[in-house]
């Protein structure tokens, strides 16, 4: 899964297509979904009782939109661009934009097999 939680992401289709960069507020389905704020918003109508709206009514929530759908955002080179993954000199592996080579953060602690001498 390239795209994590926190990720700043470009919606490339949809009703909420734009180049405004927004943050992945969680992944679900394996990582075949992500919710994005403010992207895909529809109303859930809730009973009283609820536990987010005890009086009932309507509620405003973001639901899930599929991957393919989203562009991740580097802020480094502020542009949508894609993720890959390399091991470095210490060998860790991390996260790294392909278009500007910016470490997104390591993923795994370092390996020995992977050092470069």
Partial sequence: MKIRRGDSVIVITGA???????????????????T????????????RG??????GGRLEVEMPIDVSNVKFYCEACSSAARVGYRYADDGSKERFCKKCS?????????????QKQ
């Fill in 50 to 55: 609820h536990p987010k709206s005890p009086q």
């Fill in 16 to 34: 909420d297509a734009g180049d405004t960069p927004r943050k992945v507020l969680q992944v679900v389905d394996g990582g075949k979904k992500l």
């Fill in 36 to 47: 994005v704020e403010n992207v895909n918003r529809v109303f859930k109508h809730v009973k």
């Fill in 102 to 114: 910016a470490s997104l953060g390591t993923i795994s602690p370092a390996k020995a097999k992977y």
